[in-house]
């Protein structure tokens, strides 16, 4: 039986010749890049973080890690505490140390690429209860590897975990962990709702005390399918990939540069945007500088509010008070 291979929205491709990877690799030789700029580390406020149940946080370990509780969960997404990525060690030190996560309730898994999949991440966090949520066509790896609390999605389909609605959606990318498997599963980002929320009622005070719908992006080209979420989902706060995308003439189809980024902010119609996705892993010829200033130069030129743009450090925690939704705390 062939195996089920699958795409991107229109058919899109990722795929690069090998004549395409040398002449990177030879533009790689001339270029000359500032890494020195690190991204700050503080203090993880963890007692709060232990003990909170009630309100909406969102903490960054780095990369495309965050710790999210989210009405009475603890959730993380893509569990990397890898030192190294391949030959590149990692540019800074997790946000949290992995022995000082509080217990985890859901794993979102985005993809299957190993800066987003973490075998041994995952088995230090996975507990009794944990459940494991994947794109399709991955359960079956993850069971075998002994995550027997797993279930897998399709793009906009979704499950219910105690009072959380998890929506799987699309983004433009491609996954492979081994010569054998290239996009044998799927990749996507998701949506955190209230379970039992009410459709809007139009009455912006009433709403306004509600937990804010959290869009977790995961890894993606720009593509249409960011304004198809923000006509399905009421979005509050994006968390939205910045780096990986130089040389763009190769990343362009598979990660968004900075401008791309706001442009795929304002499509799914999020209230704020937290950046991810850069300085910790040295993926692409970019620079966390690079992507920060070319974010915030075009943050200016749109108009977008100072406010609405989240930059965290790791380990900060952005706390999100049911009255406070739109600007944070």
């Given at each position: 039986m062939p195996k089920i291979r699958y795409d991107n929205m229109d058919n899109v491709s990722t795929d690069h010749t090998l004549k395409q990877f040398n002449q990177w690799r030879q533009e790689r030789k001339h270029k000359k890049k500032d890494y020195s700029f690190q991204i700050p580390n503080v203090p993880p406020e963890l007692d709060y973080l232990h003990a909170n149940r009630l309100d909406t946080s969102i903490t960054w370990i780095g990369h495309s890690t965050f710790f999210i509780q989210y009405e009475g969960l603890n959730i993380l997404t893509g569990p990397v505490w890898a030192k190294r990525m391949g030959f590149e060690r990692r540019m800074g030190e997790p946000g949290i140390e992995i022995g000082q996560v509080p217990q985890v309730d859901v794993i979102l898994i985005s993809?299957?690429?190993?800066?987003?999949?973490?075998?041994?991440?995952?088995?230090?966090?996975?507990?009794?209860?944990?459940?494991?949520?994947?794109?399709?066509?991955?359960?079956?790896?993850?069971?075998?590897?002994?995550f027997d609390n797993c279930i897998e999605l399709k793009w906009w389909e979704h499950t219910v975990v105690h009072h959380v609605k998890i929506s799987f959606v699309p983004t433009q990318h491609w996954t492979r962990r081994t010569p054998f498997d290239t996009n044998s599963s799927h990749w996507g980002g998701y949506v955190l709702e209230p379970a039992n929320a009410l459709p809007p009622s139009g009455n912006e005070q009433e709403e306004a005390l509600l937990p804010p719908n959290l869009y977790f992006a995961g890894d993606s080209g720009y593509f249409p399918g960011f304004k198809d979420i923000g006509n399905r989902y009421k979005i509050h706060v994006a968390l939205m990939p910045i780096g990986a995308y130089e040389p763009e003439w190769f990343m362009t189809s598979q990660h968004v540069n900075p401008e791309e980024a706001l442009r795929a902010f304002l499509d799914v119609k999020a209230e704020t945007m937290i950046p991810m996705h850069y300085g910790t892993f040295r993926l692409a010829d970019d620079t966390a500088r690079e992507a920060l200033d070319r974010m915030e130069a075009e943050r200016k030129r749109l108009g977008i509010a100072e406010d609405r743009l989240k930059v965290?450090?790791?380990?900060?925690?952005?706390?999100?008070?049911?009255?406070?939704r739109g600007a944070g705390s």
């Open positions: 993809h299957s690429h190993y800066d987003h999949l973490h075998m041994s991440s995952i088995r230090r966090l996975y507990r009794k209860g944990t459940l494991l949520v994947v794109p399709v066509g991955l359960r079956k790896k993850m069971v075998r590897k002994g965290l450090k790791y380990g900060e925690t952005l706390r999100i008070h049911p009255e406070h």
